[in-house]
């Protein structure tokens, strides 16, 4: 993972006044702290890393990560051959956890 949620339950648990196990069930766990479109001030997360042949980058929003395991993600990502099958076990593997969020989810092989 290369970046986290812009939200209040992230900032606290960087804060160390709450447990990442505890953020999936925190009342205020959908509070943003960044979001696009939202004032001049607010910058977006950038970063430049080294790709190469093979790799495969997932860009997925909160609807994802935070209903299916991070281990179960890793998993799907090895296993499905093709980005299109791996985006939609994931957006399944979602819905079937309760999918409360909007599930968005892009995957590219290079």
Excluded: W
């Excluded at 447990?19 to 004032?39: C, D, I, W, Y």
């Excluded at 890393?49 to 935070?66: A, E, K, Q, Y």
Aim: charged share 25%.
């Amino acid at each position: 993972q290369l970046t986290v949620d812009h939200t209040l339950v992230q900032e606290m648990i960087d804060a160390g006044s709450l447990k990442a196990s505890e953020s999936a069930s925190h009342p205020r766990r959908n509070v943003l702290t960044r979001a696009l479109g939202a004032p001049e001030y607010m910058q977006a997360d950038t970063l430049s890393i080294p790709l190469t042949r093979g790799d495969r980058v997932l860009l997925c929003t909160d609807g994802l990560h935070g209903f299916v395991d991070d281990d179960v993600i890793r998993s799907v990502l090895k296993k499905e051959k093709t980005p299109q099958k791996a985006v939609g076990r994931l957006i399944e593997l979602a819905n079937e956890q309760g999918g409360e969020d909007n599930v968005t989810v892009l995957i590219v092989d290079i």
